[in-house]
């Protein structure tokens, strides 16, 4: 009888880990994608900025937070970055429409069936933009300068599960900052992704 409560007490500590290890409740995104950039009108001039087709980049992190039968809420944490998105304009010069960024929020997923979940995200934080700079320089009076600016951010995906581990995900973030900055007209910076994440 002792052998056996032995056997038994082993039998539940070591079941402990490896139900564990079946509750997925993290993931790590790598997303690229086109960061397509619009001709404009420089601010307060007449020289007008060249469209451009650069890169967008990004890895996410989410950590999921709470779970029912409906969805799932998660700790979404992204930085993204724009790419090879240097243009010219109608005077010498170049512009780097570049940003990094980072934000961090709330991610809701929701299934739709076994493998596939549609997504929405929600949060804030900070990037670096850039913005270009006229000034009376004949040889190359275009330049570019960055600035630190705040985020709010929102966006949406679908996942889909390819293994246990592994799934494909596409998805667009709105990244909201100030007017003018990293080849925007406006305020909005839509960034297409798609890529795969692995979940833990």
């Given amino acids: 009888m002792k052998s056996r409560g032995l056997l038994l007490a082993c039998a539940v500590?070591?079941?402990?880990?490896?139900?564990?290890?079946?509750?997925?409740?993290?993931?790590?995104?790598?997303?690229?994608?086109?960061?397509?950039?619009?001709?404009?009108?420089?601010?307060?001039?007449?020289?007008?900025?060249n469209g451009t087709i650069g890169m967008s980049s990004a890895t996410g992190y989410g950590y999921q937070v709470a779970r029912t039968a409906a969805g799932s809420i998660w700790i979404d944490v992204a930085p993204i970055f724009g790419l090879y998105a240097s243009g010219s304009a109608s005077v010498p010069g170049r512009?780097?429409?570049?940003?990094?960024?980072?934000?961090?929020g709330f991610r809701l997923m929701v299934p739709l069936q076994s493998r596939t979940s549609v997504y929405g995200t929600l949060g804030g934080g900070v990037g670096s933009f850039s913005y270009p700079v006229v000034s009376g320089d004949s040889t190359q009076p275009l330049t570019s300068n960055s600035t630190a600016h705040g985020i709010f951010?929102?966006?949406?995906?679908?996942?889909?599960?390819?293994?246990?581990?592994?799934?494909?995900?596409?998805?667009?973030?709105?990244?909201?900052?100030?007017?003018?900055?990293?080849?925007?007209?406006?305020r909005h910076h839509l960034v297409p992704l798609i890529g795969i994440a692995f979940h833990f």
Wanted: net charge positive; proline share 4%; no cysteine.
């Fill in 13 to 49: 500590l070591l079941s402990g880990p490896v139900s564990a290890q079946r509750v997925q409740n993290k993931d790590v995104s790598f997303s690229y994608g086109p960061l397509p950039i619009k001709s404009s009108t420089i601010r307060g001039t007449n020289v007008t900025a």
């Fill in 95 to 104: 512009i780097n429409n570049g940003f990094s960024s980072i934000t961090a």
């Fill in 153 to 186: 951010q929102f966006g949406g995906g679908l996942d889909f599960r390819l293994t246990r581990g592994l799934s494909l995900r596409g998805e667009v973030r709105n990244l909201v900052t100030g007017a003018g900055l990293s080849g925007s007209s406006g």
